[in-house]
């Protein structure tokens, strides 16, 4: 099996005590791992001079260890052997868990500090950095990156009112650089090669971008399924939708074919969000989410309005044909072809037909339908310039959100006189933009 060697110069190994042996078993791909602490000393890493090794001496730990992960990255390696000290052990282990993911393996190889050190390798090189120094490294490192491609960009619905912030994220403007997650993912799998701290990052320009920064999105525990949480009761394992009435909170769903889907009702200011799939549209997600709206916080269902995001169209989503079939038990028109062997599905036309059954009004939905509003549910596997697509990318996909909060009212700020608690006075014009 192919893998790196990684040379932990800064926390404790001495090239003069650790070249020799390395290089007895050479392998395709050696990393020094030194920052400036031998950069500028003449001679230091003579004994490494060949044509396999590779020296990381950028300004700082967080930086050596990105563009590390770079080279792999453009290698296709996955396995790192480790030489280090323990303390050096328990340092990376922090840069790992920022920068890496479980898609990565690890082995270190822990040595003695006295068989790997000499009375030059001693200082604050070799201290211990706590873990919030660590973070606030590679924090600081992952700010002064230029986005990979464009800049950052939303989608915003006409129907929400402005008493929301809210919107639809794109692709662009974020610092992932591998081509299928490129640039703006803001979702972190064990199964992708995008690190938390990355995806951190991104969310932190999605939200200066948006308005809602310092505040951290909360993201739905996706388990393509219909539970809502409704926040303030314990929360659950897993769920697809949240409610609230709650300021300060920025609920989100993810997306990368499934649809985001935003709900809000302007008269009691209720908020939720919803990640529906094909298999949550079937069980209900949408209306699920309405419901618990309704149950918890007794909003009324005409006063509900849905904005759909980003998702795949009916152009480019089939299924099974017994799993297609399914949803002509909502719709005959959700399966526009069911006699083809993997009928294309609207799983789009589902939910506003399960929706308006529930009872939201037709005119209260922005969706692919809404021709008379601007365009916030483009099909995503069509457009590769502008959002990610499982469909199209396959599993190493990346993720977009809808994301949405309820704005803090100002002081002196409230409802014009005579709607002060009165549902008779529901807004009727929802075509504020944010």
Not at 185 to 214: I, Y
Request: hydrophobic fraction near 35%.
């Amino acid at each position: 099996m192919t893998r790196a060697v990684l040379v932990d110069l800064i926390h404790g190994c001495c090239p003069e005590r650790t070249g020799a042996s390395l290089l007895e078993e050479p392998e395709p791909h050696v990393f020094l791992l030194c920052g400036k602490l031998y950069r500028d000393k003449p001679g230091s890493l003579d004994t490494y001079r060949n044509g396999n090794v590779q020296v990381l001496d950028s300004g700082s730990t967080a930086e050596c260890l990105y563009r590390f992960k770079q080279t792999l990255d453009r290698l296709d390696l996955s396995s790192v052997r480790v030489l280090t000290t323990a303390q050096g052990r328990e340092v990376l282990l922090r840069y790992q868990a920022l920068l890496f993911t479980a898609v990565y393996t690890f082995d270190y190889r822990v040595r003695p500090a006295e068989s790997l050190t000499c009375p030059g390798c001693t200082g604050s090189a070799h201290s211990v950095s706590p873990a919030e120094r660590v973070q606030e490294e590679v924090s600081a490192f992952l700010q002064q990156l230029p986005p990979v491609e464009g800049e950052v960009s939303v989608l915003r619905s006409t129907l929400i009112p402005g008493c929301f912030g809210h919107g639809f994220s794109t692709r662009t403007g974020g610092v992932s650089y591998i081509p299928t997650l490129s640039s703006l993912n803001l979702f972190s799998s064990s199964r992708r090669r995008d690190p938390v701290a990355v995806v951190m990052e991104n969310r932190r320009r999605l939200g200066l971008h948006a308005g809602f920064h310092p505040r951290p999105l909360r993201l739905v525990k996706v388990n393509h399924a219909s539970d809502v949480w409704v926040l303030g009761k314990p929360e659950p394992e897993s769920y697809d939708a949240m409610v609230t009435n709650q300021t300060g909170l920025v609920l989100a769903a993810p997306g990368a074919d499934c649809m985001p889907i935003l709900f809000a009702d302007p008269v009691l200011k209720v908020i939720g969000v919803a990640h529906a799939g094909w298999k949550g549209t079937l069980m209900g997600v949408a209306m699920a989410t309405v419901d618990a709206m309704v149950t918890g916080f007794g909003c009324r269902v005409s006063d509900v309005v849905v904005a759909v995001g980003p998702s795949v169209g009916a152009c480019c989503f089939t299924l099974e044909r017994h799993q297609a079939l399914d949803f002509t038990g909502i719709h005959p028109d959700c399966v526009p072809d069911p006699e083809s062997e993997r009928p294309h599905v609207d799983i789009r036309l589902a939910n506003r037909v399960l929706l308006q059954n529930g009872g939201v009004l037709p005119e209260n939905i922005h969706d692919d339908r809404a021709a008379d509003r601007p365009c916030v549910t483009p099909c995503t596997s069509c457009r590769p310039d502008g959002f990610f697509s499982h469909v199209r990318d396959g599993l190493n996909f990346g993720t977009q959100v809808g994301f949405l909060w309820i704005k803090e009212t100002e002081p002196g700020v409230g409802l014009p006189a005579g709607q002060m608690g009165r549902r008779e006075g529901r807004q009727q014009d929802f075509g504020a933009s944010v």
